[in-house]
Nanobody
Framework: QVQLVQSGGGLVQPGGSLRLSCTAS????????FSWSRQATGKERELVAS????????YFLDSVKGRFAISRDNAKNTVYLQMNSLQPEDTAVYYC?????WGQGTQVTVSS
C-alpha cells in the first residue's frame, strides 16, 4: 500500500536549521510530484513548497522563499525539505504529500 514516512523535525533555536525527510513506498516514486505543507496550532494547513516529478520546484510559500529548499532523491524514494534561518512563526506540524496521500506529520518547534 502507499506509505509516506516522515523523519526529522524537532526543537531548534531561532536562526537554526532542520531537514525533513519523507520516504515513499507502494508506488512509482519518480512518476509523482510531492509537496510539503504545515499546520500551526489553531490555523489552517498551508502549502509550503512543492516539487514536480522531474525535480523542478513548482511553488514556495512567500514567507519561506530564500530560506527553505525542496529536493528529491529518486534512488532513495525520498523527498526533502531543508529549512534554514528558522523563525518562531515556522513552528508547526509539517506534512509531506504525494500520490494523494499524506505523511504522518512531524512537529517542528522553533524556540529559544
Amino acid at each position: 500500500q502507499v506509505q509516506l514516512v516522515q523523519s526529522g523535525g524537532g526543537l531548534v533555536q531561532p536562526g537554526g536549521s532542520l531537514r525533513l525527510s519523507c520516504t515513499a513506498s507502494g508506488f512509482t516514486f519518480r512518476d509523482w510530484g510531492f509537496s510539503w505543507s504545515r499546520q500551526a496550532t489553531g490555523k489552517e494547513r498551508e502549502l509550503v513548497a512543492s516539487i514536480t516529478s522531474t525535480g523542478e520546484t513548482a511553488y514556495f510559500l512567500d514567507s519561506v522563499k530564500g530560506r527553505f529548499a525542496i529536493s528529491r532523491d529518486n534512488a532513495k524514494n525520498t523527498v526533502y525539505l531543508q529549512m534554514n534561518s528558522l523563525q518562531p512563526e515556522d513552528t508547526a506540524v509539517y506534512y509531506c504529500r504525494g500520490n494523494y496521500h499524506w505523511g504522518q506529520g512531524t512537529q517542528v518547534t522553533v524556540s529559544s
